[in-house]
């Protein structure tokens, strides 16, 4: 994969009601696929935070949340761009066993030369600016499979973007 070939960028969009709206946009535009691709395990996580000047998270108030299967990364605000597919001799979710029975879960790969869009609030810092954080990390295998495997690749950042609101 060529991480040149996304882009992640965010920027908020203004004040609603004492937050911050962030908008987020990964553009695929250089691949001629889905991406991620290949063996199913492969996935996407973007995570999205919002900092005060002192470096404390500020919490978000809507948008989506990475899910379970993220392993460390779950709960926090993002979203996560894989092929997710359901066991179905074992029920395991997700699934990297695309040799068994397996159902489609759900597919939200970015597909080539399409853009990938989310939207988050997060609650404004009552003193002084804040930042907002946005990164784009590919993943080999799903962390917990990796970890049962005993496999140690790390994430690797794709892209990132760094964003400073004042008030």
Known sequence: MDPQARQARGGP???ANGRVAVR???VNDNTG???PTGAPQRHLILTVQASDKDGNLLPM???PVLPEWTGDYAGQAGTAYAKVLRDEWSGEIPSAAYWR???LVY???IAAFETA???YEFELSADGPMTVEVALWYRRSFQELAELKGWDDPDILMAND???VTQ
């Open 33 to 35: 696929h889905h991406v």
């Open 107 to 109: 597919d939200n790969r």
């Open 117 to 119: 869009t989310t939207s």
């Open 24 to 26: 987020v946009d990964i």
């Open 101 to 103: 029975d397996v159902t």
């Open 61 to 63: 108030t809507a948008g």
């Open 162 to 164: 760094r964003i400073e």
């Open 13 to 15: 969009a203004g004040d």
